[in-house]
Nanobody, 120 residues
Framework: VQLQASGGGLVQAGDSLTLSCVAP????????VGWFRQAPGKEREFVAA?????GSTLYADSVKGRFTISRDNAVYLQMTSLQPEDTAVYYC?????????????????WGQGTQVTVSS
């Protein structure tokens, strides 16, 4: 199953971006979906996740209050007040279950990633 993440780009500190994640050949309406990011030389880290019905969300402490995850037929990550430390490749992933989790191991299908670069 291929997920497609899009919406990345080069922005300045304080700017906003919205990332999108779709699954062209299937829907993930019954699955939780998460966003992760990986900066050069660092481990992939959890950013945000949303339950299959969209009612429950989780955020990493580093993005809480700045990022918002939402979904309809796609899953979105609205990012505001971007900072240089947010620079990374952002990946979306579909979980085995319906509820959001910070545990990367429960996410079975991954997108190819979209680059977000924030200049100071």
């Amino acid at each position: 199953v291929q997920l497609q993440a899009s919406g990345g780009g080069l922005v300045q500190a304080g700017d906003s971006l919205t990332l999108s994640c779709v699954a062209p050949r299937r829907t993930f309406s019954n699955n939780a979906v998460g966003w992760f990011r990986q900066a050069p030389g660092k481990e992939r880290e959890f950013v945000a996740a949303i339950a299959w019905r969209g009612g429950s969300t989780l955020y990493a402490d580093s993005v809480k209050g700045r990022f918002t995850i939402s979904r309809d037929n796609a899953v979105y990550l609205q990012m505001t007040s971007l900072q240089p430390e947010d620079t990374a490749v952002y990946y979306c992933a579909s979980a085995r279950g319906s509820y959001p989790s910070r545990d990367r191991s429960i996410y079975t299908y991954w997108g190819q990633g979209t680059q977000v670069t924030v200049s100071s």
